[in-house]
């Protein structure tokens, strides 16, 4: 019956052990599922922000004067 039990307890230590290199396999993916994500966004944030920039440059470059419409001149 002692055989038994010890048996009984090594399999329930044995059970735990996988548990826990389960869990510490499924940590590690979403660890590094979070940081290829981040990476991702923060690659598409510089892409995105040259991208503005560049509109906003050329828009404050390209000045064209005009005469407002409402302007009228004095006699």
Do not use: F
Not at 23 to 46: F, H, L, P, W, Y
Request: glycine share 4%; net charge positive.
């Amino acid at each position: 019956m002692a055989s038994q039990s010890q048996g009984i307890q090594q399999l329930l230590q044995a059970e735990k052990r996988a548990a826990e290199k389960v869990a510490d396999a499924r940590k590690t993916e979403v660890e590094q599922a979070t940081r290829r994500q981040v990476q991702g966004m923060q690659s598409s944030q510089q892409r995105n922000r040259e991208r503005v920039l560049a509109q906003l440059l050329g828009m404050v470059c390209d000045v064209r004067p005009q005469v407002h419409p409402n302007y009228r001149i004095a006699a």
